[in-house]
């Protein structure tokens, strides 16, 4: 009772935000109901007086709302799935998952860009965009406005891919009787669900290939979610580490451990085995909507927590990170699918 005393206020502030942005991102795909979100919330924040009232609830949904999200998000894999289609496709996964880590590394250092956003960017950049920025945010210990900050980056260079690759797919000479060397490419090279979904989509509807395109860009996109699991947790031993020696005493790794990722992965075995055993996938649904209101409900108060006017002061470096993982990316893609044969 006192829980929902303390939090209330701010947890109805960031539904009330956060079903009309659910609603217009339905409406309009291919910018999403997350970034929709973060923009009222900036917006509405400029015009909160009472904010302490609000404070705890908003902080609530920022944090613990968002770990349930990529819970959620477990019930969407079905791991044998996933793991036919990386035999063909991992080899470019990994390869675009280390250039864009590596790259986020190099300019972190380099641009004296802070870490906490060079790993948002890279990890949202090489595995799933706003999905991998929610799961790594709680690990690093990263404040809601260098989330926000990644989330805008990756989201425009998500709508310019969403764009540009059915274009560069055509003059590239990407086979139009098989979706599969454009499905690898969009599930490989964009980052964010709703940008492949429309990339692949484009593709499926100009050469009349119903959804082949799509649905190898899906599970191609769901393959490289998997890497979130890894990447966290290396990611909170990489943190331990270096808290001890700031402080000179034992941290404990159990201490930051994301445990709410071992909860993603029960998801995706429930999923896989409940599958297996003849379970429609379509019984999931419900929980992967829900993951995806959750995502909105704490991008809501992600924007709330954020300063607009400082997100635009401070932009350039991070735009310019994100164009060089998002190139990097695409490059790489482009390179082994050639090698590979694959278009």
Same mark, same amino acid.
């Given at each position: ?10 947890? +109805? ?14 409406? /309009? ?12 919330? !900036? ?67 380099? !641009? ?26 709680? +690990? ?119 445990? /709410? ?37 704490? !991008? ?44």
């Amino acid at each position: 009772m006192n829980i929902i005393k303390k939090n209330g206020p701010g947890l +109805v502030l960031c539904i009330i935000l956060a079903i009309p942005s659910w609603l217009l991102g339905k409406a /309009f795909p291919i910018i999403g109901g997350p970034i929709i979100a973060i923009i009222v919330g !900036m917006i509405i924040a400029l015009f909160i007086k009472d904010r302490g009232r609000y404070e705890t609830g908003i902080r609530f949904t920022s944090k613990k709302i968002l770990q349930y999200a990529v819970i959620l998000l477990g019930f969407g894999l079905d791991l044998s799935v996933i793991l036919e289609t990386g035999k063909q496709s991992l080899p470019i996964i990994l390869c675009t998952i280390t250039t864009s880590l590596v790259i986020a590394y190099t300019l972190h250092k380099v !641009m004296h860009i802070p870490a906490n956003i060079s790993t948002l960017i890279g990890v949202g950049s090489s595995i799933c965009g706003g999905s991998a920025i929610a799961a790594t945010a709680p +690990v690093i210990d990263a404040d809601d406005e260098e989330v926000a900050q990644a989330i805008s980056v990756i989201f425009f260079f998500n709508v310019i891919a969403a764009i540009l690759f059915p274009v560069l797919g055509t003059w590239l000479g990407f086979s139009h009787t098989t979706g599969n060397g454009f499905g690898i490419f969009a599930g490989t090279a964009i980052n964010d669900t709703s940008s492949v979904t429309a990339a692949a989509s484009t593709w499926d509807s100009m050469y009349d290939l119903g959804s082949a395109t799509l649905d190898k860009a899906v599970t191609v996109k769901l393959t490289r979610t998997l890497a979130i699991i890894p990447i966290t947790l290396v990611l909170a031993f990489i943190r331990s580490k270096r808290e001890r020696k700031i402080i000179e005493q034992k941290i404990s790794f159990k201490k930051i451990f994301p445990f /709410f990722i071992l909860y993603f992965i029960l998801a995706s075995v429930i999923t896989t085995i409940a599958t297996s055993f003849g379970v429609a996938s379509s019984t999931f649904t419900p929980f992967k909507e829900l993951s995806k209101f959750f995502i909105i409900l704490a !991008m809501a108060a992600i924007g709330l927590n954020t300063d607009i006017i400082k997100l635009i002061k401070t932009g350039g470096k991070p735009i310019i990170l994100g164009f060089s993982c998002w190139l990097g990316i695409t490059l790489v893609s482009l390179t082994l699918q050639h090698l590979l044969n694959f278009w």
